[in-house]
């Protein structure tokens, strides 16, 4: 029985130490990886890499307790130092997003005193280089890129209606359209005016009284079209 006890203590033993050796292999391969990307400049692909190689870490098993220690201090070491220069990385690039922010706040205030709009011509002028300028400054924190760009985007929708505006009042068709309204119901006016003189000098007051009500409608329908028509010369 102690033989057979014996046997299977070393065999189990064996097994161990091999099942040690190939993680030990494996995770000698691992550090070298981890360390081959500690100086990595890839700051987007990096960590996904490091979590890459520690799924594999965890799945190699263990080696002997020295070489566990010995190689998981060295993986770390790796990966520590990645981290940090990516936490040096980040706090840089903070900096540099809150400095573009500070510059595209003053270009919206720029772009904010262009209101109520005075001159369209001007504010154009100025828009397109404060967009120029816009376009050469780098990304702003995430959590307030909404906010300045809905900022200028407002001042930008108002220089646009104001120039879709300008358009419509100058546009030759329309106001050939509004015009002629005005002068058909001028002419219908004064054909119904001469409607009502004739009724009432014939005694017909249920002429003479659709008449009225018919100049009176038109009188106010004029009314609205001689007010668009003075848009046009606004």
């Known amino acids: ?68 220690e010995a190689l998981w201090s060295r993986f770390k070491a790796a990966q520590d130092a990645f981290f940090a220069r990516l936490g040096q990385e980040n706090e840089k690039t903070e900096a540099e997003q809150r400095e573009n922010l500070s510059k595209k706040q003053a270009l919206v205030q720029r772009a904010q005193a262009l209101l109520p709009l005075t001159d369209l011509g001007s504010a154009k002028t100025t828009l397109r280089e404060i967009a120029k300028e816009w376009e050469g400054i780098g990304p702003v924190p995430r959590d307030e890129r909404a906010k300045v760009e809905g900022a200028l985007r407002k001042v930008e929708d108002a220089v646009r209606a104001a120039e879709q505006e300008q358009w419509r009042k100058s546009d030759p068709v329309a106001r050939g359209r509004a015009q002629s309204t005005v ?6 006016i004064d054909k119904l005016r001469k409607q009502l003189h004739a009724a009432e000098a014939a005694g017909d007051e249920r002429k003479a009284s659709e008449a009225r009500e018919a100049i009176e409608a038109r009188q106010q329908w004029l009314a609205q079209a001689e007010a668009a028509l003075q848009e046009f010369s606004g």
């Open 183 to 188: 002068d058909q119901l001028t002419t219908a």
């Open 1 to 68: 029985a102690r033989t057979a006890f014996d046997r299977a203590r070393r065999t189990h033993f064996a097994q161990r130490s091999t099942e040690q050796a190939e993680a030990k292999t494996v995770k000698e391969a691992l550090v070298k990886q981890a360390e081959a990307l500690a100086d990595s400049s890839d700051f987007k692909q990096t960590p996904k890499s490091f979590r890459d190689l520690m799924a594999k870490w965890k799945a190699a098993g263990r080696a002997g307790k020295s070489d566990e």
